[in-house]
């Protein structure tokens, strides 16, 4: 059983850093787009329908990133719960220990610190690349 999850973890680890590479990458894209467009009359009026694919792509690729650390946090949970069953299975006479999955971790708009940590992260990082390329294209 260990040997079709590590395949399937290892996919998941490669599509969720895929998807803080295209985060930083559409980030960087729309600032080139915003900056290009921006002198033109004409193509002005596209900056609503390109910030609205922005906005819609990000709520998609936050909401894809929360689906994969809400199911790694499953998946350790029942992985404790079974190796603390198994633990106490294998000494008769002890009660085991009360789990209801209630233990939840501090959290900041429903991610967990170190999912807030890696947005703040990624964005941090867009936005110094895209100030950088707007000071060469200048």
């Not at 973890?9 to 930083?24: G, H, N, P």
């Not at 787009?33 to 709520?59: E, K, Q």
């Not at 964005?123 to 707007?134: G, M, Q, R």
């Amino acid at each position: 059983m260990d040997s079709i999850k590590q395949p399937l973890a290892k996919r998941q680890i490669v599509f969720e850093f895929t998807l803080y590479a295209l985060i930083i990458l559409m980030t960087a894209s729309a600032g080139f787009f915003n900056h290009v467009v921006s002198d033109d009359p004409r193509l002005s009026n596209l900056t609503v329908w390109i910030a609205i694919a922005y906005f819609a792509f990000l709520a998609w690729a936050f909401s894809r990133l929360n689906t994969v650390h809400r199911r790694r946090k499953e998946r350790k949970a029942r992985e404790l719960v079974l190796q603390t069953r198994e633990t106490v299975a294998d000494r008769p006479g002890e009660a085991a220990p009360a789990f209801d999955g209630a233990e939840q971790s501090r959290s900041v708009f429903g991610l967990t610190l170190a999912q807030a940590a890696v947005i703040l992260l990624v964005f941090t990082t867009a936005v110094l690349s895209f100030t950088w390329a707007l000071s060469i294209l200048r």
